[in-house]
């Protein structure tokens, strides 16, 4: 299947700071990206839709000038937690559309996740 | 509204015991169902793409199966290394976004 990587695996940062998180399709060109996150013992809450080239739409709720994302290629996707709280810790979850088979659905692999940890 | 949910939240099987997993969908247009296995602090593992009605799948002890309303992961005499959680997400007709179920945990023991 196809490969999706992220980086830092984990990261430790003092509140106020900002941290990034990369995003790589290491085999396929993603046009689109998604960025999620979980916290323990539930399942993925999608963030935000990275697209290469536009503006990222993010879901309700979700704050746009906290949460940047940069989608510059069609192999890269950032998001920036900016000045960072404790209440951003979380496991944040990068995934890429890779295209169908036989005109199927697309199918998103997913990274291998990034623990942010806000001191 | 778009709803997935799975059942159980958790299970407790010893090693070569089977069982079913369930995900349950209400959604519009539905285009495609995907199973996914999570270790914990890693992200998703994709397993199975089902599209239509009737369709099954198989991986090794897994295998998957699709109705109308809901879709079935059969675990044939699981090891212990089959633990993890089993999430279900679906994809509509209209847009590329995953609708994600709570997932199910599962537990063998040896």
């Known amino acids: 299947g196809a490969v999706v990587s992220q980086h830092p695996s984990r990261v430790i940062c003092k509140s106020g700071t900002s941290v990034k998180i990369e995003c790589r399709s290491l085999?396929?060109?993603?046009?689109?990206m998604f960025w999620y996150r979980q916290f323990p013992k539930q399942s993925l809450m999608l963030m935000a839709t990275?697209?290469?080239?536009?503006?990222?739409?993010?879901e309700q709720g979700v704050e746009k000038d906290k949460f940047l994302i940069n989608h510059a290629s069609l192999t890269l996707s950032t998001l920036t937690v900016t000045s960072a709280h404790p209440e951003d810790s979380s496991f944040y979850i990068c995934?890429?559309?890779?295209?169908?088979?036989?005109?199927?659905?697309?199918?998103?692999?997913f990274g291998p996740g990034t623990r942010l940890l806000v001191l | 509204e778009d709803q997935v949910t799975q059942s159980p939240e958790a299970l407790r099987l010893q090693e070569g015991e089977s069982s079913s997993l369930n995900c349950s969908y209400t959604v519009s247009g539905l285009r495609g169902l995907f199973w996914y296995r999570q270790d914990p602090g890693k992200g998703p593992e994709f397993l199975f793409t089902l599209y239509s009605a009737g369709e099954e799948k198989e991986k090794e002890r897994l295998k998957a199966t699709l109705t109308k309303k809901e879709s079935f992961l059969h675990i044939t005499a699981p090891k212990p290394e089959d633990s993890a959680t089993y999430l279900c997400a679906v994809i509509m007709a209209a847009g590329n976004k995953l609708t994600f179920g709570g997932g199910t945990r599962v537990l063998v023991k040896p």
């Open positions: 990275s697209n290469e080239g536009s503006k990222a739409t993010y």
């Open positions: 085999d396929f060109q993603a046009t689109t």
């Open positions: 995934s890429a559309i890779s295209p169908g088979l036989a005109g199927g659905p697309e199918t998103q692999y």
